[in-house]
Each structure stands twice: as structure tokens, then as C-alpha cells.
């Protein structure tokens, strides 16, 4: 044979051989893998058939432990809703001896009437410009949003989901109502802006300033290009203005709004990531200027722009008709095709003391056709902390303004806000629940960002830190239902409520908790948390949804709590038991460093570690000691209720990195 077919010959028996071996060691391995599947399956089988054996002999004790948790669940609640009726009739009472004029929220009827009627009634006189009556209106529309947000968050707090939703709508209704007022008042001073002194560059100017209002008013009577700014010194907002708007037959209106229940318009959002208003809302709105009105011996005639009595709204960028006059000047200076869209530049204040989340703030607009906030059309986003800008600052550790100046440029004239995740906070990187003494604790939550501290007592919580101007302004010394409490702190950027959904939250789905095991979880939590102090479990990440860990320290009457790792037992709740055709749960305490995505209840040291079937069965299981049992089974309702109202709020044991 020729040398080189004997070569080839060789190379083919060579490659041959090698697929050969590669076949059997691939049979090998997938043979290697059904028998190690095969003898996972059959230990999978023992154990199961082990457990059920072992549930079938404890199944009366865990059955009774079951029943025992039902009624002190339901003897807890039975409690706080006599208490609950008490408190209602106690606020009626003092309600009727108030004589408000203001409905109750959670009267709907009540509270249907007053929107209607309130919606009709008129705000000063139509021929009297000034806006007195409004302001003299405002503070009892306030109350009513604030009262209508203290009922919204104690459905929050009694998970009374429709009731929550139907008050969030009446909110929303209410603040729409306040904006119409303000409407119908700017366009009354528009119309008779003859009756006040206009700014050096004869140019009509306007501002008024309330607790919790900023307006601004201009009026384009010059229609002079060089006068480029609008400004308010007095009240801190300015624009200025493109050169389209300085051309054209405009006023604009700049109302910034900073109450506490500003933003509910805006909280049911159609988007991937849900966003929260830092501050408050900046309104910008761009009207129709009226002509000149005729003024003649006994009488004066004015332009009528609505029937409605509000001001006819102007889109922005303007249609070519309406600034052709402008184009064609603008044509004569070098003016390039994207004249019309030039945007304005604006400049506002929110409180100094906001948290900033670094990743996710940033400047948006509503977008009401869409329901979402936007940052399109939005740039050049200056936040003035000290020496850095908005560039400067998204890559700074610190997390709050030094000062509130924001400047950006915008070409929509639409409700404007400083905005950032709502849920910003989320995994929680740590907290902590610790009973001080009878109906009183201290807890601390520490989130992505910031670490808030906090007392509760008789159904309410007292902010303790971070404590800035704002925050000593508006909630120190000052108590808070659990909701209420948390949708304060979001108003400055604090965070700390959970989502009662996944919509719109960016978050590792693999650490979320099913909902009824941390439910069931919660209310045990609750009824001893007289007794134990409870805090996150580093392993409560690395579990399945299905389980949920966590660690717990007996408290000793007159002894601080103990830091040492060995004073805390980590507690795990199981609900991927299976006996025959229904998931069961259980709880178990386990060593803190034995715990992994695979563990679950060894049958073999059920004499160390005793299976019980809920959380409550399995703290009082520690309790060795008759006094301490006493505390533990003498819990005081309202503060059980509180804890659970608290862990039901930010959802501690569901959203724990």
C-alpha cells in the first residue's frame, strides 16, 4: 500500500477510535446520571414516606397547635374590632361637637355629596380678580385630602384592598377638584390683568405663595423676543422662556403644589417601573392671552376665551400657524428648522432634606394619554448640592440635597416632578423588631439605600432617625398610623412600603415569599412579639419562595438584648411539605449555618428539633420559663396588631435581600 493511503487509513481508524471512546464515556455519564437521579428519586420516596409516617403520628398535636393559633387569631381580631368601634364613635363624637362642615371619608354617601356640591361652588366673584377666596378655601380642601389619606391608609393597614382603591379615586377627584379651582381663579386674573401692575418690561406678572401653593402667572403683552426670562424671586421659580413663546399671544401659568397628598393623582400608573414624587408637583401650563380689553366710560369689554371659565390651553410645540410671524423674523436672524421646538428652561425648589435614590431620580412629566411619567422631551437636569451638578451626582455617594434647587429643560407644559423608584429601597438589607416594654418596641429597617429608626406604641409610630429640618418640622414628636406613617417618609424620599403587587417593581423575583405563608408568618410574629425580639435571617435569600427564615431572642425583662450570634435562633417555615394531595406547613428551628435552599425537616432529630405547624406553636415552644409563657400568652392586642400592621406595610419577610 502507498505510504500515503496507509497514512490516511490511519488517521480515519484513529478518529474512528476516538468517537467510539467519546460515545461510551458520554453513555457512561448519562447511565451515571439515571442512577444517581434514580437513587435521588428513591431517597426522595423513604423521606417523604418517612415524613408522612412521622406527620401521621403527629398530626392530633400539630392539628390542636393549628386550632390554638385560629383562636387567638381570631380572639385578637374580635378585640381590635371593638376597640375599632370604639375609636369610630369616639372621632363622630368629636367630629359633631367640631361641627365640621367636612364629610367623612368613610362615609361614602357623605363624601360623595360634598364632592358634587363643592365641585359646583364657586370661588370668589366672577368680576372680582383676586385671589383671596381660594386661598381662604384651600386649607379645608387640605384637611379634607389629608383626612381622606389617614382613611386610605387604615384600610392600607386593615388590607381592605377595594375600600383602598375606591378612596384613592375619591383623592384623586379631590385634587383634580383643587386644580380646577385654580383654573377658574387664573383665568379670572388673566382676564382683568388690567387691574394689576405689570413688571419693568410691561409684560403682565403675577405670584401668590401658601403653606402648601407657589403660583406664578405671566402674560405675553409685549410679545418682545429679548425678554428671554420669567422670574419670581419671591417664591423661587423662573423660565426661561424659547423664542417661539416669547413671539406669541401666551401666558403661562407655573403652579408648584407640595401637600402631603399631591401626587395621589398619579398613583395608579400603567408602566414597567412604578415612581414616586419627591417633594412635590410642578404644574406648567401654557394658556391663550386674552386681548386687550376696551374700557369706556362705565364699562370695560373682555375677551371671553372659554365658557367653562377656564383658560384655553395652548399646545407646545406650537402648530406653524401660529407662529408664522415669528418664523419668518426668526428667518431674518439665522433661526434653524428646529425653531419650534425649543425648549424652556426651568428652575424650582423641593425641601433640601429629600433622599435621593442616586440610581433612579430623575426629572418626568405625566403623560396622561399613556398614564405613566415620562422623561421624554426632559433634559439638562441640574441639581444644584453645593458644588457638584446632576452629572456629578449620580455617581456621589451622598444620598440627599444640600440644597433643593433643580434646573431642567422641557418642551411639555404638563404636570412636571422630581421622580425616583418607588420602590427603591427594595431587597431590604436588614431590620429588626425588639419589644421595649409592655406595648412598646423599637424597629429598623435598612434598605438599599437609606436606614430609617422608629418607636410604635398604642397602634402608632414616632420617627426617630434620620431626623432632618423637614422631617423635624412635619413628623417629630408626631404619630402615625403604620401606612400613614410610611407614606409620609416617601414624600422626602424615604421609601419603606412594600407593593401589595408586582407590577411595576424591579426586583429579584427568586427572594419574593408566597404571600399566604408570610401572611401566616406575620400574624405568628405578631402574637409573640411581646415576647421575642425578631430580626432577618442572612439565609432567608438563599431559600425558595416557599420558605421564609428568620432569627428570634427571648426577651428578658430589665436585660438589654444580646448580640452575641448564639443568643438567636433562626426559625424556618416550610410550606412545600406535601402529604398525600395538600401542602402542609411547618416550622422548625434549625442552626443558622445549616440552612440551604435543600433543607427540610429531618425526621431523624425530630427529639432535637420539634416540627411544629405554625409560628406561634413554635416560639411558645421555647418558653420554658411560666412567667415568661404569661408574657407571652398576655400579649396586648393593639400591639400584636401594630407589628402585624408594620410587616404587612413594607413586607419585611417577602422583599429581604
Not at 150 to 170: G, K, T
Request: charged content about 25%; hydrophobic content about 35%.
Amino acid at each position: 500500500m502507498p505510504k500515503g493511503k496507509k497514512g490516511t487509513k490511519n488517521a480515519v481508524d484513529k478518529a474512528l477510535a476516538e468517537e467510539e471512546e467519546r460515545k461510551r464515556l458520554d453513555e457512561e455519564a448519562r447511565l451515571t446520571e439515571l442512577r444517581a437521579k434514580k437513587e435521588k428519586e428513591i431517597k426522595d420516596q423513604r423521606e417523604r414516606e418517612a415524613f408522612e409516617a412521622f406527620f401521621n403520628q403527629e398530626k392530633d398535636r400539630l392539628e390542636e397547635e393549628t386550632r390554638e393559633f385560629l383562636n387567638h387569631v381570631e380572639s385578637l381580631n374580635t378585640v381590635i374590632k371593638k376597640i375599632t368601634t370604639a375609636k369610630r364613635s369616639e372621632t363622630d363624637w368629636k367630629r359633631f361637637l367640631e361641627c365640621s362642615i367636612l364629610p367623612d371619608p368613610q362615609n361614602e354617601p357623605e363624601l360623595n355629596t360634598y364632592l358634587s356640591l363643592w365641585a359646583e361652588e364657586p370661588v370668589g366673584n366672577d368680576d372680582d380678580p383676586s385671589v383671596q377666596a381660594l386661598i381662604d378655601a384651600l386649607p379645608g380642601a387640605e384637611k379634607l385630602c389629608n383626612n381622606i389619606a389617614e382613611a386610605i391608609s387604615i384600610e392600607c393597614d386593615n388590607q381592605n384592598q377595594a375600600a383602598q382603591v375606591n378612596l384613592r379615586v375619591h383623592l384623586a377627584t379631590m385634587r383634580q377638584l383643587i386644580q380646577s379651582k385654580w383654573d377658574k381663579v387664573s383665568c379670572r386674573i388673566i382676564q382683568h390683568y388690567d387691574h394689576f401692575e405689570c413688571e419693568a418690561n410691561e409684560n403682565f406678572h403675577f405670584s401668590t405663595s401658601t403653606t402648601d401653593y407657589i403660583c406664578g402667572l405671566w402674560g405675553n403683552l409685549t410679545r418682545n423676543p429679548r425678554h428671554k426670562i420669567i422670574e419670581y424671586g419671591d417664591i423661587k421659580l423662573s423660565m426661561t422662556l424659547p423664542k417661539p413663546i416669547s413671539l406669541a399671544n401666551v401666558a403661562i401659568r407655573m403652579l408648584y403644589e407640595s401637600g402631603f397628598t399631591v401626587s395621589a393623582p398619579y398613583f395608579f400608573q400603567d408602566s414597567e417601573q412604578h415612581m414616586s414624587v419627591i417633594g412635590g408637583v410642578l404644574f406648567l401650563d401654557l394658556f391663550e392671552m386674552p386681548e386687550a380689553p376696551k374700557i369706556m366710560s362705565h364699562m370695560a369689554i373682555r375677551q371671553i376665551l372659554s365658557p367653562t371659565g377656564k383658560l384655553k390651553v395652548i399646545q407646545y410645540p406650537f402648530k406653524k400657524t401660529v407662529t408664522e410671524a415669528a418664523e419668518e423674523e426668526g428667518e431674518a436672524e439665522g433661526a434653524t428648522s428646529d425653531y419650534n421646538v425649543w425648549p424652556a428652561q426651568i428652575t424650582y425648589e423641593i425641601s433640601p432634606d429629600s433622599f435621593i435614590h442616586k440610581e433612579s431620580a430623575k426629572m418626568m412629566s405625566w403623560d396622561e394619554v399613556a398614564m405613566a411619567w415620562s422623561e421624554d422631551s426632559i433634559g439638562d437636569v441640574e441639581i444644584n448640592i453645593g458644588e457638584c451638578q446632576m452629572a456629578q451626582f449620580l455617581s456621589n455617594l451622598r444620598s440627599f440635597l444640600e440644597t433643593g434647587q433643580i434646573k431642567f429643560r422641557t418642551t411639555q407644559f404638563r404636570p412636571t416632578a422630581f421622580m425616583q423608584k418607588t420602590y427603591a429601597e427594595l431587597p431590604f438589607m436588614d431590620w429588626s423588631i425588639e419589644s421595649t416594654e409592655a406595648g412598646r418596641a423599637k424597629v429598623r429597617i435598612q434598605g438599599t439605600s437609606n436606614e430609617i429608626k422608629f418607636e410604635m406604641l398604642n397602634g402608632k409610630c414616632h420617627l426617630i432617625s434620620p431626623m432632618t429640618a423637614y422631617l423635624e418640622k412635619h413628623m417629630a414628636g408626631q404619630w402615625f398610623t403604620p401606612s400613614l406613617f410610611f407614606m409620609k417618609l416617601s414624600q422626602v424620599g424615604l421609601n419603606f412600603q412594600g407593593p401589595q403587587s408586582l407590577k411595576g417593581v424591579d426586583i429579584d423575583p427568586s427572594i419574593i415569599k408566597n404571600p399566604v405563608l408570610e401572611n401566616l408568618a406575620v400574624e405568628g410574629i405578631g402574637l409573640c412579639s411581646q415576647l421575642f425580639a425578631v430580626r432577618r435571617s442572612l439565609s432567608n435569600r438563599i431559600v425558595s419562595s416557599n420558605k421564609i427564615v428568620m432569627q428570634v431572642q427571648q426577651l428578658v425583662p430589665g436585660q438589654e438584648i444580646s448580640e452575641d450570634p448564639a443568643s438567636w435562633k433562626t426559625i424556618l417555615f416550610d410550606s412545600s411539605c406535601r402529604i398525600g394531595e395538600n401542602d402542609q406547613k411547618f416550622g422548625f428551628w434549625i442552626p443558622e449555618g445549616e440552612v440551604t435552599e435543600e433543607t427540610k425537616y429531618d425526621t431523624a432529630n425530630s427529639d432535637k428539633f420539634t416540627l411544629h405547624s405554625t409560628i406561634y406553636s413554635l416560639l411558645k415552644s421555647l418558653v420554658d420559663d411560666p412567667k415568661a409563657l404569661t408574657i407571652l400568652e398576655g400579649t396586648d392586642p393593639v400591639f400584636a396588631k401594630t407589628v402585624i400592621e408594620i410587616l404587612q406595610a413594607t413586607r419585611l419577610l417577602a422583599f429581604s435581600g
